[in-house]
């Protein structure tokens, strides 16, 4: 029996995470305004955080300036498009607004491709070709 490789298991979790992620932003925004729904879940987030944190063991706060630089960029990025996603979903229909905002990763292949060098193959060049085109026909 094959083993099922342990990045693969935390991105199948990661995708159910957003999944739930986007469906509990469009109940919230259903129920209170995409401001007031932000600050709950930036309350949530700082919960689970802490929980997180209290419970790590070997906990370190050290790196190099470059490291910590992105992944305070991260945060920014990351709670910025929040914000932004909860203001789409609360006006907007759930299915256009997941497709349209679930192109992210494009924006990272590219990114990863002309700033890390990184190789994209015709296999995974037709597949973002492919999602692009499922998301304006989802749109619709």
């Known amino acids: 029996m094959a083993q099922i490789p342990n990045w693969l298991i935390s991105a199948l979790t990661c995708s159910l995470l957003y999944g739930l992620w986007g469906f509990f932003s469009k109940l919230a925004t259903k129920s209170i305004d995409y401001k007031t729904a932000f600050i709950y879940e930036a309350i949530g987030a700082i919960v689970t955080t802490a929980?997180?944190?209290?419970?790590?063991?070997n906990l370190s706060f050290q790196g190099n300036?470059?490291?910590?630089?992105?992944?305070l960029l991260v945060g920014v990025c990351g709670t910025v498009a929040s914000l932004v996603f909860l203001k789409a979903i609360e006006s907007g229909p759930i299915v256009s607004t997941i497709s349209i905002t679930s192109l992210y990763p494009v924006v990272t292949v590219f990114?990863?491709?002309?700033f890390l060098k990184?190789?994209?193959?015709?296999p995974q060049t037709i597949?973002?070709?492919?999602?692009?085109?499922?998301v304006i026909l989802s749109s619709y």
């Open 111 to 114: 990114l990863s491709y002309f």
């Open 65 to 71: 300036i470059a490291g910590i630089v992105f992944a």
């Open 51 to 57: 929980l997180i944190l209290f419970s790590s063991k």
């Open 127 to 134: 597949a973002l070709v492919l999602a692009i085109i499922a």
């Open 118 to 122: 990184e190789a994209i193959t015709i």
